[in-house]
C-alpha cells in the first residue's frame, strides 16, 4: 500500500486511518476540557470507534527528525520535520487525527513533502507524545486535549516558522478541525488551509482572522459531519467573506482510508488530486 507513488491519489489516502468528528459541543470536566472542534463527545461513542479500524503496522523509515520548539506557554512542543533543500518560506502543518502522531501521518508528511518540492513540513504532535494503537486509547486522548495547549503547540509552530513564513495547512477529521483552527491562528501569513471532514467553527467571529483560502473535504453519508453542518459552513464562510471550496462525496465518513470498511476508491482518488493540487497552487 505504501509503495511508491503510484499515484498521489492512492498515497494520500493512507493517513485518513481514522477520524472524528460532530455538530455537538462536548461535554468539559476539571482537567479534562475537550476541544472546541466539538469531536471529543464522539470518543466513546461506539458507532464511531467501529468505523475506525485500528492502525496497520507500517514498516516506515523516514527521512525527517523529530524537532522541539518553544510554545507560548513556557512548555516545548514538537513536529515531524522536514525542510526543502533550498531555504524557503513556505511551510505546510500536518496534523494529525486521533490516533496521534503515528508513523502514518509522519509518511504522509513526507509524499506531501516530496510532492510540493519547495515547502518546509511540519507534521505537528497536537498530543504531546502520546500515540494510540487502538479506539479505546484514541479517544481518551482526544478527550484529554484542552484547547488552550493545541493553541500554545500551533502558536508556537507559526513562531518557529518566523514572521515572513507563508504557511499552509493540512488535516483530517479531529485534525481536519484544527486545521482550520491553524490558518484562522496564522491570519496573514496563512496561504491554504485544508480540511477533510473536520468540525468547522460556527461563527462569523471566529472566521475574521483567516486569510487562508479553504479547501473543505466532506461526505455525503457521514453520520458525525453531516451534509446540513458542511452547508452550514459554507454558508457561513461565504457571508464573511471567505474564499471557500467545499467538495462533497457521496461515501461515508472516513471515505478516503484505504484500510477500513468505509474505503471508497473513486471518491477518494478524486478528493485526494484536488487537495494536493489545491495545495501546489497556493504553495
Known sequence: MYRHLITFAMAIGLIFTSCQNSGKSGEQSDGQAADSSDMAQFADDENFKGAHETPMELNFEGIGQMIEFDTPDGQKGSAYALMAEEPTNNYLFVI??????????????????????????????IYD???ADNPDKAGELMQSVKEERARAIIQGAINKAGAEARIGTIGWCFGGGWS?????????????????????????KELEPLKAPILAIFAKQDEW?????AKKFED?????GKQVEVHSYDANHAFANPSGDRYNEEAAQKANQVAWSFLKEHL
Open 180 to 204: 482550520l483552527k491553524a490558518s484562522i491562528m496564522a491570519g496573514n501569513q496563512g496561504v491554504a488551509c485544508v480540511m477533510y471532514y473536520g468540525m468547522p467553527v460556527q461563527n462569523a
Open 236 to 240: 457561513l464562510a461565504k457571508a464573511a
Open 96 to 125: 494529525h487525527e486521533w490516533w496521534g502522531l503515528n508513523d502514518h501521518i509522519k509518511a504522509e508528511a513526507e509524499r506531501l513533502f516530496g510532492y510540493l518540492g519547495n515547502t518546509n513540513v511540519l507534521a505537528l504532535d
Open 129 to 131: 507524545g502520546k500515540v
Open 225 to 229: 459531519i453531516t451534509p446540513e453542518v
